[in-house]
């Protein structure tokens, strides 16, 4: 398995403004991943972080919107941008390890006013 | 048609009763499959994996795979109230080489004392 931390946990933002999610995982692997699951909601997958290329999106997400960032083998971010109410949803970051099982972080529950 | 269906309950046993807890997938090609478990307001957390035809067994759990009827469950015996929460079936994305997975909407699960 593996240990992985998100920030924040949670956040109430006001609209048009951006939020910046951080991952952390404690080991290195090689794929990343973020999902949103709205409430009573199943996960709906944003994009794919593999680590020295760009973020693979998921059709109906763009990169203005979801920024992702990978420097690294233990890290990556995701931006929600220019915010508006329908962004507020848990989004969450998984890790695939060794053996491609998906891990996920505690989640970031994110509302917007 | 969804790409992975589960029925979303409720499902409601009583404690010490076998749940039972399906899932069936549209991608026949898929190989990898996965059960989580996700407390309210937590996030998912993996349970059971199950790559091959047949019963794989961890604990209380077991995971049933029937590629040739696209279908796998999830069987949780001696239940307690501490099972209840949503269980959520996942599968890999074939096409994917990068470890993707497909979610069904969840399966709530009851367990009463």
């Known amino acids: 398995s593996a240990v992985i931390s998100q920030k924040p946990s949670r956040d109430i933002c006001q609209r048009g403004t951006s939020l910046t999610i951080q991952c952390q995982v404690d080991?290195?692997?090689?794929?990343m991943f973020w999902y949103r699951q709205q409430p009573g909601q199943s996960l709906t997958l944003i994009a794919t972080?593999?680590?020295?290329?760009?973020?693979?999106?998921e059709s109906g997400f763009v990169i203005d919107k979801f920024p992702i960032s990978r420097p690294n083998l233990t890290f990556s971010t995701l931006t929600v941008s220019n915010m508006s109410p329908e962004d507020s949803s848990i989004y969450l970051c998984?890790?695939?390890?060794?053996?491609?099982?998906?891990?996920f972080g505690p989640g970031t529950r994110l509302t917007v006013t | 048609q969804k790409e992975v269906e589960q029925n979303s309950g409720p499902l409601s046993v009583p404690e010490g009763a076998i749940a039972s807890l399906n899932c069936t997938y549209s991608?026949?090609?898929?190989?990898?499959f996965f059960w989580y478990r996700q407390y309210s307001g937590k996030s998912p957390e993996l349970i059971m994996s199950?790559?091959?035809?047949g019963d794989k067994e961890d604990g209380r759990f077991t995971a049933q795979l029937n590629k040739a009827s696209q279908y796998v469950s999830l069987l949780i015996r001696d239940s307690q109230p501490s099972d209840s929460a949503t269980y959520l079936c996942?599968?890999?994305?074939?096409?994917?080489?990068?470890?993707?997975?497909?979610f069904g909407q969840g399966t709530t699960l009851q367990v009463k004392p």
């Open positions: 998984s890790v695939l390890t060794d053996n491609y099982e998906q891990y």
């Open positions: 080991s290195q692997v090689t794929m």
């Open positions: 972080a593999n680590q020295g290329s760009e973020a693979t999106y």
């Open positions: 991608d026949r090609v898929s190989q990898s």
């Open positions: 199950i790559y091959s035809n």
């Open positions: 996942a599968v890999n994305v074939p096409t994917s080489n990068t470890g993707k997975l497909i």
